[in-house]
């Protein structure tokens, strides 16, 4: 049986009523914007399960949007992100979709649009406490916790791409903790994740980068 703590009971320091309903969303979307490459011009969130029907009243909407903005949970700011975002001119919107059942009660897409025209939609599932996870990126399913530090790359799935990745990382002393590989079906694009204790440093990406199936890398400092 899982260790249980008090401080997953009662949930994290937060602004709002709900460990999972708002700390939880918060959290989703604080990850989900370190992952997105460019300057956020806008943001569309859809809303399942419990999330869809309680979103106004536990202040489901004004954290994710919080979180997005790059706010923490326990961010006062957060009372005020609907008037912070259009001050920023963020466009925004809350979808709730009830026709989607099989899927954790408390998820949430986020669909999120750069100032370079650049896409990115995760789903994430805010599981108890305030903790969460990152089950889908850009409709590859995934299963990330944001609890270390991670490198996130996008990549072909290519022959010696991942002793590319291992050889990267090598060369950079860094010790990994856990890599695991995903993709849609063979030989399309996949999305490695390789989580750390380290910081990871700086090059780490432009050297990634030199493999030609590499497309991308996503650097997330857990700080």
Known sequence: MPFISVFDVIGPNMVGPSSSHTAGACAIAFLAQKMNIGVLKKVEFTLYGSFARTYRGH??????????????????????????????????????????????????????????????????????????????????????????????????????????????LS????????????????GDNAYTIVESDDRLPAGLKDQLLANPNVQDAMIIQND
């Open 171 to 186: 060369e950079k002393n860094i010790n990994i903790a856990f890599m695991r590989i995903f993709r849609e079906t063979k």
């Open 59 to 168: 202040g489901t909407d004004r954290a994710l949007l919080g979180g997005i903005m790059g706010f923490s949970t326990d961010d006062i700011r957060i009372r005020d992100s609907f008037r912070i975002a259009e001050e920023r001119g963020i466009e925004f919107s809350f979808t709730p979709d009830s026709t989607e059942t099989d899927i954790h009660p408390n998820t949430v897409d986020i669909r999120m649009t750069s100032d370079n025209g650049s896409t990115l939609t995760v789903r994430g599932e805010s599981v108890g406490g305030g903790k969460i996870k990152i089950v889908r990126l850009n409709h590859v399913r995934i299963d990330f916790t944001g609890e270390y530090n991670a490198i996130i790359i996008i990549q072909k799935d290519k022959p010696g791409v991942a002793a590319h990745i291992t050889r990267c």
